[in-house]
Structure formats: structure tokens, C-alpha cells
């Protein structure tokens, strides 16, 4: 079994997360600047170019969406 070391998902709530209004529901979502850093590690990833740490950050950042979906896709079931 490989360890795979990850950015603890929660150190990203305080500052990276918003919950804004979509038709009726508040949803989970990044902020501007999460979704920026997203963007960022995933091209530097794309390229090659990501460094270990850069890596680690990644993988929290995609667990957080992961929750964030799962969260999202409840609430919305919920609604219906």
C-alpha cells in the first residue's frame, strides 16, 4: 500500500470556502481565490511541473471538492 500525504481538507474552510445562494439552495463552493490555486496546481500538474508540497496541496484542495459535491448533490436531493 502506498501513503499518499494530503493538505488536511478543514485548513482550507476558514479561508478558501463560501456559501452562496443557487436557485433557492446555499450551496458549498470555493471562494474566488481557492478556485484560482485549483487551477493553478492542476496546470502546473498537467505540465509536470508540480513540486511535492504543491502536490499535497492538491490533494486536499480535490478532497474538499469531492465533499463539497457530495454535500451539494445531498442538499439539492433533499430540496426536491
Known sequence: MNAQLM????SFIDSGIQIKPI???YLFKFNDDLQARLEVL????RDL????????ELRGILELDR?????NAKIIGESL
Open 49 to 56: 511541473k508540480l513540486t511535492t508540497e504543491e502536490d499535497s
Open 23 to 25: 436557485r433557492h439552495l
Open 67 to 71: 465533499i463539497f459535491t457530495l454535500l
Open 42 to 45: 492542476n496546470d502546473k500538474k
Open 7 to 10: 493538505v488536511q481538507p478543514s
